[in-house]
T-cell receptor
Framework: AQSVTQLGSHVSVSEGALVLLRCNYS??????LFWYVQYPNQGLQLLLK??????LVKGINGFEAEFKKSETSFHLTKPSAHMSDAAEYFC?????????????FGIGTKLQVIP | GAGVSQSPSNKVTEKGKDVELRCDPI?????LYWYRQRLGQGLEFLIY????????KSGLPSDRFSAERTGESVSTLTIQRTQQEDSAVYLC???????????????FGPGTRLLVL
């Protein structure tokens, strides 16, 4: 069994401020972890993913996330928020189970950037 | 096409009617997923196709929901006798499934917005 918890369904930051979106996971096997972003009226697109290589993963648009096994976390950060970062962000965990790739998404965090 | 496409982009229907949603995955992608995204909620897994294997239907919410996929191409999600609670965005995603690699990236379509009146 696996699950994802995203703390904070809505996060507001000022333009130029640090962005921190929290994600904690549980998985009975070594997980693969993803962050997807959904802009208004669009489908989800991959921001970054962790596949057991480097624990600090860099993604598009200046985002990065660090896999911390001891904390079962995969928080998403960006040093300086831009207005264009306003979107909904989904954390997901993936593992093989019973011959299928099981992907479980969190409920999402809507990021608002205040000018 | 370069990405996953879905049709229709919007669908308004009356309660009790059947609807059919279509997904065209990226060519060559062996895995295909359907998700439901209700207003203000996260993605809810519905069904997963992997090549010619039996699909994982564990996420389908009721027997009114069914999906088919022909080989590694188009998939259709059918909702029979629609209810108002079926109103949601239905997202399709595909991935190029390697040899047992669960870290495959999913590529999402733009979704079909379904409104049941």
């Amino acid at each position: 069994a696996q699950s994802v918890t995203q703390l904070g369904s809505h996060v507001s930051v000022s333009e130029g401020a640090l962005v921190l979106l929290r994600c904690n996971y549980s998985s009975s096997v070594p997980p693969y972890l993803f962050w997807y972003v959904q802009y208004p009226n669009q489908g989800l697109q991959l921001l970054l993913k962790y596949t057991s290589a480097a624990t600090l993963v860099k993604g598009i648009n200046g985002f990065e996330a660090e896999f911390k096994k001891s904390e079962t976390s995969f928080h998403l950060t960006k040093p300086s928020a831009h207005m264009s970062d306003a979107a909904e962000y989904f954390c997901a965990v993936s593992a093989y189970s019973g011959g299928y790739q099981k992907v479980t998404f969190g409920i999402g965090t809507k990021l608002q950037v205040i000018p | 096409g370069a990405g996953v496409s879905q049709s229709p982009s919007n669908k308004v229907t009356e309660k009790g009617k059947d609807v059919e949603l279509r997904c065209d995955p990226i060519s060559g992608h062996t895995a295909l997923y359907w998700y439901r995204q209700r207003l203000g909620q996260g993605l809810e897994f519905l069904i997963y196709f992997q090549g010619n294997s039996a699909p994982d239907k564990s996420g389908l919410p009721s027997d009114r929901f069914s999906a088919e996929r022909t080989g590694e191409s188009v998939s259709t999600l059918t909702i029979q006798r629609t209810q108002q609670e079926d109103s949601a965005v239905y997202l399709c995603a595909s991935s190029l499934l390697g040899e047992g690699l669960p870290g495959e990236t999913q590529y999402f379509g733009p979704g079909t917005r379904l409104l049941v009146l």
